[in-house]
């Protein structure tokens, strides 16, 4: 049973905050409205004029300020328009939102309707205006047309110029005939013959955005207004009820109040449901369609910048709170301005995230408004239906399968995917109206749920008596068949408002389904936390993106770095000591229920598109709320007023009583808010905080305030990121000790980088004058820049000029050389200063300086962003052959090669020319550079080198790889090889001081000590203890094991843990050394291999004779594999074979096995010692144990290893 209750407490439990009324102020006259944008050349009745806060209530308090000047512009942004009794008036409705200082909003509905001007003042003024413009227009001078300041006064008040005139001047105006043109017919104004029109505002503030119950609210008192018929009480009875006595509908009630001609019903959803989101997102998809509005979505989701563009108001206002409340359980964090008055379009050249709307002109286009950046920008033409997303945009996770689910909702609910309506039936005609009261009663009973079984089947008899009769009529003229309709139709949207944002809920459950999971708590306590919170990272990303199907992570990686996500992950560690905040709490109950039901996947990286199935149980109790009120809120009475006051005049909104409406202001508070919710917006990282009533202030102080805060936020965000880069890369130990290096690739790295181009994009777009930057730079002293700049403008690919400046940006960070490129494009200060606004971040010498001095720390650590990033790019590289330097005999090579493979391929084989030792080619990009094949012809035993190692010098980006030999190459001496497979190493971090390091052939560098190579018993000159040789094998293989353990993208080269120095090769070399015989004299060198070769031999004689006591199939798989390797046509030699055969043994899982047959053959007594390890069964037990860890890993090996062998 419904209760009737009142709001006679604070204002956090009423339904409205003020009642506005905004319009004409006769006792000030016209002005102009000089930042409107128009051309005085425009008939003055077309022309838009300053409007003004006529009345508010209740008065604004300390704890309820009223921002006059900003709900002035909100209600009426382009000012007051005139029309006549020949042009359209039809009243119009929109709303707006504004943001308070601390962090909320209050809603604001506009009801606008012309009403007539009965000043005979400005009637004057606008006829003497009109004499002016018509006196101008049919000027015969031969001079140009005058200015617009000429052409109109822009004094305060324009009716003074009635009397400003003398009588001789006013008389020859008005008796000089207007002539009949174009320019004075249309919108021409005469006094005696039409009738001036002027328009003003209704606007009501709520603390909850009720657009329904505000909008018809608004509505009934502008029909009361124009009505034959007086209301029933004084308009101020309705207003003071709606301020001062009725309530906010408690948490998952419904409450029914009455308007001036009928009741109106609102609802707010329960603690466990959606907020509440009162906006029609049915009419969002129809104005954008499916595809365009998820595209919008994602763009909000990764913080770009978001500029609405309509003509409709509304639409504005549709379009993004719709897509705000599509954000659960997130929130924006940036400038929100879906309505942007034009004296604030300043505002559009913030270098911060924003979603602002502004309105279209007639006939105007995206070409003419002045956005001085567009390359982070979202574009959102809404009357055009169309969406232009920055560059690299990627793809919403599960983007196909979400835009179909969402199609299927639309077309439950009538609606075409892309706009329209399914059903064509034509809407029934309006019945005739029959007044009954009896009738309209029992309908609110109906609503509130008040009628018994039998008095329910009456109503509906009686309804459909009033369909055939064709009666059936209500106050205002409105049919009860009509009445039903929009009834339905309102909770049909209803309905449909909350399934769509179910499934869209649905998808961030699945996404961050164990979130918690990964929220790092490190501290104890609340003070600690806020001390530490630049430098603690609250948030597993890498654990987290390594859990998330490959497909979503280009999206995750950067949604992880936004101001929303970082956000909401505070709000999760905060919730340890203050209450959670209302989002997140309705967010994690979900995620309880779901567990609870088990649909959270246990496997979130294959995890399978899964549709939302709580749809119909989402509206039930939504539903239930609208078809019967919990609450009926006092109804309106009759007020203590003076006589006389409150008389109704038709059409004209009279002057309301102030102190009738002014009683109860003391209790107008504003919602209160967890001290969890203050701290957060004291210290979110990268939005700027700002003082949000200075937002809406168009006066030159706050925008030169407004304006120096961003400067501020861009260079407080520019320290947190270069910081974050640094601690990402190196680790929080290595920061903290000056060493080491974390091994930080591919993903990660990405999102980095993009997010400092994104910044330095909004720094250098801050106060642009041109949109066109072409001319800074030509002119800028930037030859340091110009061979980066030219390579990038030649790369090929559809690179457009914001992904060139990115590839440039790529470039000059991964050859450390940004901080100095930057410096130099600004050394130009007077072209500075001619690009930019005054308050432009690039004019601010000392925050510039510290820009630059940021990003300078970043040339501590080494990226590989543009290598990886841009991977279809040509790129020359020089390869040059290093031979030892203390060997004085000549050294000859026949017909030398190089094959130089990396990350994303090879080069093929590349011949080096005649008596040099280096070649320069090019190729598309290898990537990281990991491996080089080094060979020669066979040409006899005069052609051969002993190499010390190879340099490979990207030409580009300025990195220098070494490739380590110290072998001989030729026939006859070492092991014989005529090719060599080098593993690689990134020796030198490029930069200025290597740009031209390699003009020529390097000079030759001295031999690295022979106990560095391996392979042989004669290279080592010293021996290892047979403890350090099972360690260092044991951490050959954990290094592995590691290596697989790391996520796909984040892993480093497999070949070099195989091959390279301490790689699992090098200490299996080690092992089976150890202990071994040699004979020879002066210690010649003596390989491994030649102990296989002899163990494959003694294996296939026995095999033969019968006499084989081991596994014949083990047997067999060593043999088949030793000769396969002999017989391939390539000369790599006995070390090389050795390589070759572990790395077969461990993809292929058969080097354990192996390792015991070796152990086991009786060639091993007669070659080992008995100290020897391979003769030591434990230790080969606890090797064989230790290799068959490897055996759960797929391990690919590379072609340049591989090649030539058919295994």
């Not at 900003?70 to 328009?81: D, K, Q």
């Not at 956005?371 to 055009?384: A, G, K, P, Q, R």
């Not at 990033?869 to 190089?898: E, G, Q």
């Not at 144990?1185 to 690919?1196: D, K, Q």
């Amino acid at each position: 049973m419904s209760g009737v209750t009142s709001a006679t407490g604070s204002a956090s439990c009423r339904f409205a905050q003020h009642f506005v009324v905004c319009g004409l102020d006769t006792e000030t006259g016209l002005e102009p409205e000089e930042l409107a944008g128009e051309s005085f050349e425009q008939s003055p009745i077309r022309r838009s004029f300053r409007s003004k806060v006529l009345a508010h209530y209740p008065e604004s308090t300390d704890r309820s300020p009223f921002n006059r000047d900003a709900v002035n512009m909100l209600c009426m942004p382009r000012g007051l328009s005139f029309r006549s009794q020949t042009d359209r008036r039809d009243s119009r409705f929109h709303s707006f939102t504004v943001a308070r200082d601390d962090g909320t909003h209050s809603y604001g509905f506009v009801h606008m309707y012309y009403e007539e001007v009965t000043s005979a003042q400005i009637t004057a003024a606008m006829q003497t205006l009109h004499q002016m413009h018509h006196v101008e227009h049919h000027s015969t001078s031969s001079s140009s047309r005058s200015t617009s300041s000429a052409s109109s006064p822009s004094t305060s008040s324009m009716d003074s110029l009635v009397s400003s005139l003398d009588e001789s001047d006013a008389a020859s105006l008005v008796e000089r005939p207007l002539l009949a043109c174009l320019g004075c017919t249309v919108g021409s104004f005469q006094p005696a013959r039409d009738t001036l029109y002027v328009s003003k505002a209704l606007c009501l503030l709520t603390p909850l955005p009720f657009l329904l119950a505000a909008r018809h609210f608004l509505s009934q008192l502008h029909q009361a207004v124009t009505s034959h018929a007086a209301p029933p009480l004084p308009l101020e009875s309705y207003i003071h009820n709606i301020l001062y006595e009725v309530p906010a509908p408690p948490p998952g009630r419904s409450l029914r109040f009455h308007g001036v001609q009928g009741p109106i019903v609102c609802q707010q959803p329960g603690p466990e449901e959606l907020p509440l989101g009162d906006y029609p997102l049915g009419e969002a998809f129809s104005l954008l369609g499916v595809e365009n509005l998820v595209r919008l979505l994602t763009s909000v989701l990764l913080e770009t910048q978001i500029l609405l563009y309509s003509q409709d108001y509304q639409r504005l206002m549709t379009v993004a709170e719709g897509i705000t409340t599509l954000l659960f359980p997130f929130q924006w964090q940036h400038i929100y301005l879906p309505l942007l008055p034009a004296p604030l379009h300043h505002l559009l050249d913030a270098p911060v995230p924003f979603l602002m709307g502004i309105q279209r002109r007639d006939g105007a286009q995206r070409s003419t408004l002045e956005l001085s950046n567009e390359s982070n920008l979202c574009f959102v033409d809404i009357d055009n239906h169309r969406v232009d997303p920055p560059e690299d945009l990627p793809l919403f996770p599960d983007q196909l399968e979400l835009i179909q689910e969402v199609n299927e909702v639309l077309l439950r609910f009538g609606l075409q995917p892309y706009g329209g309506s399914t059903t064509t039936k034509p809407a029934p005609a309006a019945p005739p109206c029959l007044s009954s009261l009896v009738l309209e009663d029992l309908m609110e009973d109906r609503r509130n749920g008040n009628l018994g079984g039998e008095e329910l089947a009456v109503l509906e008899r009686l309804q459909a008596l009033a369909r055939r009769c064709g009666g059936g009529g209500m106050a205002g003229g409105k049919t009860l068949g009509r009445a039903f309709e929009e009834e339905e139709e309102e909770l049909k949207a209803a309905k449909m408002n909350v399934q769509l944002r179910e499934v869209f809920a649905g998808r961030f459950t699945s996404m961050f389904g164990r979130y918690e999971e990964f929220v790092i708590h490190s501290a104890s306590d609340l003070e600690s936390w806020l001390g530490n919170r630049e430098g603690t990272s609250n948030f597993d990303k890498g654990s987290f993106l390594s859990a998330q199907p490959t497909t979503h992570l280009h999206f995750l990686s950067r949604f992880l770095e936004t101001a929303m996500f970082s956000s909401f992950v505070d709000s999760k560690v905060l919730s340890r000591w203050a209450d959670q905040e209302p989002l997140q709490r309705v967010f994690d109950r979900r995620l309880e229920r779901e567990r609870l039901y088990n649909t959270l996947e246990d496997d979130p990286g294959n995890r399978l598109y899964r549709k939302c199935t709580v749809l119909h149980e989402s509206v039930q109790a939504m539903e239930r709320r609208l078809l019967k009120a919990d609450h009926t809120a006092i109804h309106p009475h009759l007020l203590d007023m003076r006589i006389g006051q409150g008389r109704h005049q038709q059409g004209c909104f009279p002057r309301l009583q102030a102190d009738v409406l002014a009683q109860g202001h003391h209790t107008n508070n504003y919602w209160l808010f967890s001290e969890s919710t203050l701290v957060l917006s004291d210290w979110l990282l990268f939005s700027v905080i700002l003082c949000q009533s200075k937002l809406l202030d168009p006066s030159p102080s706050a925008v030169t305030q407004t304006q120096r805060g961003f400067v501020e936020g861009l260079l407080r965000e520019c320290r947190v990121k270069t910081r974050h880069m640094l601690m990402e890369r190196m680790g929080k130990e290595s920061v903290e000790l000056g060493q080491g290096e974390a091994n930080i690739t591919g993903l990660q790295e990405n999102r980095l980088i993009h997010s400092l181009c994104d910044l330095l994009e909004r720094t250098w777009g801050h106060g642009l004058q041109l949109k066109q930057v072409s001319r800074m730079d030509g002119q800028a002293d930037g030859r340091g820049t110009q061979p980066n700049k030219l390579f990038v403008q030649t790369m090929s690919g559809d690179l457009g000029e914001v992904g060139q400046a990115r590839a440039w940006i790529h470039l000059a960070l991964e050859k450390k050389l940004l901080s100095q490129h930057l410096k130099l494009l600004l050394a130009n200060h007077d072209l500075i200063r001619q690009l930019y606004k005054p308050y432009a971040f690039l004019l601010c010498e000392e925050e510039r300086e510290q820009f630059l001095f940021h990003l300078l720390s970043l040339n501590t650590v080494d990226y590989l962003c543009f290598t990886r990033k841009f991977t279809s790019i040509s790129i020359p590289y020089r390869v040059v052959i290093t031979p030892m330097k203390k060997l004085s005999i000549a050294m000859t090579m026949s017909n030398p090669w190089v094959c130089v493979s990396g990350e994303l391929g090879d080069s093929g084989v590349r011949q080096i020319p005649k008596n040099t030792q280096e070649i320069i080619f090019q190729c598309q990009n290898l990537g990281r550079l990991s491996t080089l094949q080094l060979g020669q012809e066979n040409s006899g035993l005069l052609a051969k080198c002993l190499v010390d190692c190879v340099i490979v010098h990207n030409e580009i980006t300025g990195h220098t790889y070494r490739f380590p030999c110290g072998r001989w190459l030729g026939k006859g001496v070492g092991d014989g090889s005529l090719e060599r497979v080098l593993i690689g190493q990134l020796v030198s971090p490029g930069g200025e001081e290597d740009s031209g390091r390699w003009t020529g052939t390097p000079p030759e560098q001295g031999s690295p000590p022979q106990s560095g190579r391996t392979g042989s018993l004669g290279s080592l000159s010293r021996k290892l203890s047979s403890a350090q040789v099972q360690e260092d094998t044991r951490e050959a293989v954990n290094n592995l094991v590691k290596h697989f353990h790391k996520a796909e993208q984040e892993r480093g080269n497999l070949t070099a843990l195989l091959c390279g120095e301490g790689g699992l090769v090098r200490s299996l070399e080690q092992f089976l050394l150890h202990g071994f015989k040699s004979s020879r004299l002066f210690q010649r060198s003596v390989f491994i291999w030649d102990f296989v070769e002899k163990v494959v031999v003694s294996m296939e004689t026995a095999d033969q004779m019968g006499d084989l006591r081991e596994s014949t199939e083990l047997c067999d798989s060593l043999c088949h594999y030793a000769n396969a390797i002999n017989a391939s046509p390539r000369n790599i030699g006995k070390e090389g074979k050795f390589q070759l055969l572990v790395c077969l043994g461990v993809r292929d899982r058969l080097l354990p096995q192996w390792l015991h047959l070796l152990a086991e053959c009786h060639l091993t007594a007669v070659q080992y010692e008995k100290s020897a390890l391979v003769r030591d069964r434990a230790a080969v037990h606890t090797l064989s144990r230790v290799l068959h860890t490897l055996h759960e890993f797929p391990i690919a090996l590379e072609t340049a290893l591989v090649k030539g062998v058919d295994l």
